[in-house]
């Protein structure tokens, strides 16, 4: 079990080459959010860009489309129920996160159907929220993962649907043993979220508190994971999946020296200026 420290980020966050553009630095496709669910969409997509991944396109109810325009104007839109659109927007994508606010009706199972369908192992695929409710309710998409091997960012109530492991029971030896059946990366957030990578390393946070406990911080993480593996493209993405959950808790401690609860959009707001700091020097 490693203990992720600060280090891990000026390994992975560095300064950009003067010849480059959007392009070099990834391209995000967002799949959610229901007419219930907006929210979590928006923000998720939000922290993808303000992440610093070079496009992003978020596939979502039509319902959100104002919303999001005016809370990112950088995310393009793609109606989520255009079967085509959402096709061939998941053919362009180098990083794919599906699940936050999707919701978990006939539709919403459709959708993340077609993104199982058409996502492919070369690239990122991320699975939150109601997706990884769905797929622990219809065991014919366990073989889709075990192709893409994604990482899934469950809640423990999340991963206690998925594993049938009880939150009360769920440990690292029982943990890793469904972790590896799935061949996934698993992010199992909680106090001290614990990574667990497909190699079997295990990494855990030893930052993060109870002023995180708003909805929508989970959707601000995976937001954040994908930004993240959009732009910095190493070989061994597991650094790159503890960089980002590392910095989601570290820019909450900050802020939670002065306030009493953290937002997830305070969280947004402050990853431009934590990440300017966080450079090698
Ligand atoms: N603004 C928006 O649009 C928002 C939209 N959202 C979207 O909503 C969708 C549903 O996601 P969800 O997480 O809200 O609900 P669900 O999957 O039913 O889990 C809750 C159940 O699990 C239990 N539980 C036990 N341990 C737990 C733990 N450690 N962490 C959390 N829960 C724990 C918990 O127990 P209880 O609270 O009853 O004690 C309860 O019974 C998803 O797509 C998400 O993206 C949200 O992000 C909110 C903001
Ligand atoms: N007590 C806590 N200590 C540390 N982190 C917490 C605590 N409560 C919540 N969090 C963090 O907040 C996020 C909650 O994720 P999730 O339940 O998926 O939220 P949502 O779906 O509402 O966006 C996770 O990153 C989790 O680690
Ligand atoms: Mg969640």
């Known amino acids: 079990m490693h203990v992720l420290s600060k280090n891990i980020l000026n390994q992975i966050i560095t300064t950009r080459p003067s010849e480059s553009h959007k392009g070099n630095y990834g391209r995000v496709l967002t799949v959610g959010g229901n007419s219930q669910f907006g929210g ?11 992440c610093g991944a070079g496009l992003s396109t978020c596939a979502t109810s039509v319902d959100n489309l104002t919303a999001l325009h005016t809370i990112v104007p950088e995310a393009m839109f793609i109606p989520f129920d255009s079967e085509y659109k959402l096709i061939d927007a998941l053919t362009n994508a180098d990083v794919i996160l599906v699940g936050p606010g999707l919701g978990t009706n006939e539709d919403s199972l459709k959708i993340l159907q077609i993104v199982l369908q058409h996502a492919i192992p070369e690239q990122q695929l991320i699975i939150d929220g109601s997706a990884i409710t769905m797929i622990a309710e219809h065991h014919e998409f366990l073989p889709f993962l ?7 960012t469950p809640h423990q109530m999340e991963w206690q649907r998925l ?7 769920q440990d690292d030896i029982k943990n890793t043993l469904y972790q590896q059946k799935l061949q996934s990366t698993v992010v199992l957030k909680k106090y001290h979220t614990t990574i667990y990578h497909r190699d079997g390393s295990i990494s855990q946070l030893a930052i993060g508190g109870p002023y995180m406990a708003t909805g929508g911080m989970g959707d601000t993480l995976a937001g954040m994971i994908a930004g993240f593996l959009a732009q910095f493209k190493l070989k061994n993405y597991d650094y790159v999946v503890d960089a980002a959950v590392y910095a989601h808790s570290a820019i909450a401690d900050k802020i939670s020296t002065t306030k009493y609860v953290v937002l997830p959009t305070n969280i947004i707001t402050e990853i431009q200026s934590f990440m300017k700091l966080s450079v090698a020097p």
């Not at 979590?40 to 303000?50: E, F, G, M, Q, R």
């Not at 075990?146 to 899934?152: A, C, N």
């Open 40 to 50: 979590a969409i928006i923000l998720a997509t939000s922290a993808v860009i303000h």
């Open 146 to 152: 075990k192709e893409l091997h994604p990482i899934l």
């Open 163 to 169: 594993s049938n492991i009880k939150i009360s029971e």
